[in-house]
């Protein structure tokens, strides 16, 4: 698929150290015959030839890991032994570890299990598959020890439904009497929290009579709450079971909720907090649809049972009813971090400008305008002033990049994406970041770039070396948005006469400037287009359509996206929001929501689309075509210009400015811009 010129190994090594090749380094042709080693292995055809000549080759571990798993179920331990012995602490004897001792328990051979067993083997993040037959192995080798017991009730207490191989190391606990009732119901409440039923009534198995009776009834009302709760005993865990019950029934239908929760609430005398569970799903549920009674749904849920995400929708159903007194009293009521998000100070000061209270709407605009974000923007707009954005450029010297490039995981990792081994690259990747301080990591993410990896700055920038926000490296612009294809893009833009830097928006947003993404809805190639939809472009152009993989070639999907986005464009009089909208959720929810409230401003439109993925993905493109302009010109096109499709002259043009001392921290993109940071 793609086109091999050097290994990426070689190719990086040799930018960062500026010397030349030699012979030793991997070529081509070296990079040719490792896929085709792995193609071969994968199909059980591995040439013992061409495996020997490539012993050495980085790659050797992934070419020995296909030939060994294509064939696990008839592996014997010895072949696995030694794999795991050449290639320690590598991705791909981890992987084959796990999978053998997968194997391993589909043969309960324990004996094995336990010999291949690892001390990271059985740990909290492991499959519940992995848990339950590591303690039927150790269980298999006698007398447990206190770990075990305490393994094997750790596993019992989470109340998750859990493979059969659970089973023995249950009915063990279940003899010598560590599962009391107490631990019973601990397991039935965290089940009953999930919604997974079937747990609850098979851990009820070893009540009395009359307790698993009860625990029936719970479980039936979960599945489909009725008025048999009424005979219930007036307990707090009879309470929690109704609103359990009741909360997922909201989702379902709120109507029949809240109707439920008339009668039962008094009668089993619940308090604000479950009263308060199923109030809060109801009004959720309701305005997420924007259904009649919002408002007075809305209303009843009592305050200590708000959260952000209620406090948001609170403000959309003001917004989509025209009443912005409601819409400002939401705002206010949220927590002060909220509350000073860049994307409440915004709204709180369109709502209060529109009353006619200017100082007020004016310092709300000018605190949002010091971010980079799509309302940060829609601030400096109202302002008329420049675009506050600082970025900042990596610098790293020869020698550090040379260290960084012979990392042997990331070495693997660049020549397995070059092979098209996406996923195994990425796992390479990951461990070998995870050595790394944050400026390795920044050179790493550079040096993907180098390699036309560039989803590696999604995926890598904002977050430190131990997890912790990184808000500086969302700063890194020229990495974060990468700007390939430039020519193409922009012959094409102009032949549709549509924005470049919306185009290059679009592909950041879908693609992340991947040429052979593939979503799980079958959407291909830089601007994910579904083959149905590349064919209709094409034949509306005159191209020659010969299937789904023309998509993955850049010029072809630049070429058809870009006319498709103007077919879109069309469809909506020349506004972009609804074009970007409907590209991203299809024009039929697209229609529904310019029907329902179709006398909103655009602004205010997008923040009460129902799709949060469809309303965040259009304030992403649309920041996003701001960062391109800055990449393209210098300057940009006015982002309330921009949605409705208003061309400007240059003179009217943003300018972009970085207004902040350096002392203080600058501002950065935001997840209203970035929704994958």
């Known amino acids: 698929m793609r086109t091999i010129l050097l290994s990426v190994g070689w190719l990086l090594f040799s930018a960062a150290s500026a010397q030349p090749a030699t012979s030793a380094q991997p070529d081509s042709g070296q990079l040719a015959q490792a896929r085709e080693a792995l193609t071969q292995a994968e199909a059980g055809q591995l040439d013992p030839a061409l495996a020997r000549r490539l012993a050495n080759d980085p790659l050797a571990s992934w070419i020995d890991y296909a030939s060994l798993r294509r064939n696990l179920a008839d592996a014997d331990p010895g072949a696995v032994r030694g794999f795991l012995d050449r290639y320690p602490g590598q991705v791909a004897a981890n992987l084959l570890r796990d999978a053998w001792l997968g194997e391993l328990d589909k043969r309960k051979d324990w004996r094995n299990f336990r010999a291949f067993r690892t001390n990271d083997s ?56 560590k599962l009391i009732p107490e631990l019973r119901w601990k397991r039935i409440d965290a089940a009953a929290e999930d919604g997974a039923t079937s747990v609850m009534r098979q851990a009820a198995r070893g009540l009395s009579p009359e307790q698993a009776a009860l625990v029936s009834a719970y479980a039936a009302f979960i599945d489909a709450p009725n008025d048999s709760a ?44 479950d009263r308060g569970r199923v109030q809060y799903a109801i009004a959720l549920w309701t305005v997420s649809s924007y259904l009649p009674g919002s408002a007075q749904r809305l209303a009843a849920v009592p305050a200590s049972a708000f959260d952000a995400k209620l406090h948001e929708w609170q403000v959309r159903e003001a917004i989509a009813r025209g009443d912005d007194a409601a819409a ?38 000018a605190q949002a305008a010091r971010t980079a974000t799509y309302h940060g923007f829609l601030a400096a707009d109202r302002l008329h002033q ?38 195994w690259a990425e796992r390479e990747w990951k461990q070998a970041v995870s050595g790394f301080d944050d400026h390795q990591r920044q050179i790493a993410v550079a040096l993907a770039q180098d390699a036309g990896w560039y989803d590696r700055a999604t995926f890598a920038l904002g977050m430190d070396a131990s997890g912790k926000p990184a808000p500086d490296e969302l700063r890194m612009y020229s990495l974060r948005f990468p700007l390939n294809e430039a020519n193409t893009l922009r012959e094409k833009a102009r032949a549709n006469g549509i924005d470049a830097a919306w185009v290059a928006a679009e592909i950041r947003a879908e693609s992340a400037w991947m040429p052979y993404a593939r979503s799980g809805a ?12 590349g064919a209709h472009v094409a034949r509306t152009l005159g191209i020659a359509w010969s299937g789904g993989d023309m998509l993955y070639q850049p010029q072809v999907s630049i070429t058809l996206g870009s006319a498709f986005l103007r077919e879109m464009l069309d469809r909506y009089n020349g506004r972009i929001y609804l074009a970007i909208g409907a590209y991203n959720a299809g024009a039929g929810p697209v229609n529904r929501w310019l029907a329902q409230r179709a006398q909103l401003d655009p602004d205010f439109w997008i923040e009460t689309v129902s799709y949060k993925e469809t309303r965040d993905y259009i304030m992403r493109v649309l920041a996003f075509s701001v960062i391109y302009d800055w990449r393209f010109d210098g300057k940009a096109v006015p ?11 240059d003179a009217q043009k943003r300018h972009f400015v970085c207004a902040l001392a350096p002392s203080n921290p600058a501002p950065a993109v935001s997840g209203a811009m970035d929704a994958t940071q």
């Not at 915004?346 to 200017?358: I, Q």
């Not at 982002?639 to 002259?649: A, E, F, K, N």
């Open 122 to 177: 059985y740990a909290k993040d492991s499959s519940a598959s992995l848990r339950c037959a590591d303690l039927a192995a150790r269980l298999d080798a006698g007398e447990p020890d206190a770990d075990w017991f305490d393994d094997a009730l750790a596993q019992w207490k989470n109340g998750d439904a859990v493979p059969v191989d659970c089973d023995a190391a249950f009915a063990f606990l279940d003899a010598r009497g």
């Open 230 to 273: 009424l005979g219930w005993p007036k307990t707090e865990r009879s309470r929690r079971m109704v609103a359990i019950g009741l909360a997922r029934q909201a989702k379902r239908d709120p109507g029949s909720a809240e109707a439920h929760l008339a009668r039962l609430a008094p009668a089993l005398q619940m308090g604000e907090p």
């Open 328 to 365: 400002i009293k939401a705002i206010v009521a949220m927590d002060p971090v909220q509350r000073n998000d860049p994307r409440w100070q915004y709204f709180e000061a369109r709502l209060r400008e529109r009353h006619g209270d200017a100082k007020a709407a004016n310092a709300l605009y």
């Open 386 to 423: 420049a675009y506050n954005i600082c970025p900042i450029e990596l610098h790293s010297g020869n020698a550090e990049r040379a260290k960084v490039a012979a990392t042997p995981a990331l070495i693997r990792a660049f020549e397995l994406f070059q092979v098209d081994r996406t996923a």
């Open 522 to 533: 079958d959407a291909r190639g830089l601007m994910q287009l579904l083959p149905s939809v």
């Open 639 to 649: 982002l309330s210009d921009r949605m409705l499709g208003r061309t400007v002259p």
